[in-house]
Structure formats: structure tokens, C-alpha cells
């Protein structure tokens, strides 16, 4: 796997790296300073996974992110900052990066969404989803009504941080049952990429009709 690490800080870029290169094998890491060095070297390495800090000199992360999904749709983007901001957090899913975690979170933490993300899963820090900022977000809430019951629970745990493995576990049906039931639920909500599905999600409330234990 190669991996771009875009932070200003060069003893976290490499506290970073030593920690991924060490729980991923194999595992190639390169390292950016700013948002413009992250979008050059996106353009010239074509990382499997770009890991991005959201304040960093010059354009900011999620500005760097919108410039290289302009040029890779396909590009993979894990936001690692420390803010936590509900407005941030949608920004930069918008935009459409697969994953926000904070730099306050545990290890185990961040190797779990790089590998999820790596994977093309989307995956968003669960005390970030179920945090008081969220609360009473449901502008989009009265679309959930389009969605079948099983529609709702392969949705309602997304949101929440399940891989399709887990659903599909916890459901008892097949991983391609759990596939096949992302695509109806973006078919009927007119949505296109997993990261809008989980903003959607969020902004539907769906953290907060279910809680994950």
C-alpha cells in the first residue's frame, strides 16, 4: 500500500509514518508539508491513500482534497485533525474524503480507518457521529420514508461505523446482500458515493434514532 501523509508538523508526519509502516505491511510512505505539496504529489505518485490534516499553510486540507478528487475521482482521502467541528467535518465529506478521525483518538483508531478506508469503505470517528454538535440535524430526515426496513438497517449502521462485513454479520445475510442493498439505498435517495450516503445519514439524524452499544 502506499500511503501520502500531508502535515505540516515533520515530527508528526514521521511519528505517522513510523506507526503506519509498522502496522501495515507492506506498506510505502511518502510525506507532504502542505496542501500544495499534497496535491502534487497525488499528481505524480497516485497514492492508494491520502492521509490529511485539515490546517496546514497555504490552501487548507479540505481545499487540497476538492483539488485532487478534481483530477482522481477515485482517490481515497482520510482526514486526521484536530478539529472537531461538526461544520469541518461535513466540509470535508462534501467535498467527498472517505474518513475524519481526530488526532486525540487511540491507535487501534486510526490503523482501523486507513485499512477502511484503504479498502473503500467509509469511515467516520464514532465520538465524532454521536457527538451533542449533531443533535437535531434532520433536514434530510423525511427521505428516510423512500427506504425499505432493511433499507434503513444496512443505512442506520453505516452511519454508525459498521463495515459490510460487520452488517452483514450482524444481519445474517451475505456481504453481497449488504452491496446490493447500498446501491438500492443510494438508487432511491439519489445518491452517488458512499461519503454522501454517510453525510446523508448524519444529517438525517440517524446517530441519533440509533445508538450503537
Known amino acids: 500500500m502506499k500511503i501520502l501523509i500531508t502535515d505540516d508538523h ?11 509502516s509498522m502496522a501495515l505491511d507492506p506498506c510505502e510512505v511518502m510525506e507532504a508539508a502542505s496542501g500544495e505539496e499534497a496535491v502534487e504529489c497525488a499528481r505524480n505518485s497516485r497514492p492508494d491513500l491520502i492521509v490529511m490534516d485539515v490546517g496546514l499553510p497555504g490552501i487548507s486540507g479540505i481545499e487540497a ?7 482522481q475521482a477515485s482517490a481515497r482521502i482520510l482526514f486526521f485533525s484536530m478539529y472537531n467541528e461538526v461544520q469541518v467535518v461535513m466540509r470535508a465529506l462534501q467535498v467527498g474524503a472517505m474518513g475524519y478521525i481526530t488526532k486525540s483518538c487511540d491507535t487501534d483508531t486510526l490503523i482501523k480507518a486507513v485499512q477502511r478506508v484503504a479498502e473503500g469503505e467509509v469511515f467516520v470517528e464514532y465520538d465524532l457521529v454521536m457527538g451533542s454538535s449533531f443533535k437535531d440535524r434532520r433536514p434530510e430526515s423525511s427521505k428516510l420514508q423512500n427506504l425499505t426496513r432493511r ?17 452483514a ?13 447500498v446501491a438500492s439505498i443510494k438508487s432511491s435517495l439519489g445518491i452517488e458515493s458512499m461519503a454522501k450516503l454517510i453525510f446523508f445519514g448524519i444529517e438525517a439524524g440517524l446517530v441519533q434514532i440509533c445508538t450503537r452499544s
Open 151 to 167: 433499507q434503513f438497517e444496512v443505512l442506520s449502521m453505516l452511519v454508525r461505523g459498521f463495515s459490510h462485513d460487520e452488517i
Open 65 to 71: 482534497a476538492a483539488r485532487i478528487l478534481e483530477e
Open 10 to 20: 515533520a515530527v508528526v508526519r514521521q511519528g505517522y509514518a513510523s506507526l503506519l
Open 169 to 181: 454479520q450482524a444481519l445474517v445475510i451475505e456481504k453481497k446482500t449488504v452491496a446490493n442493498t
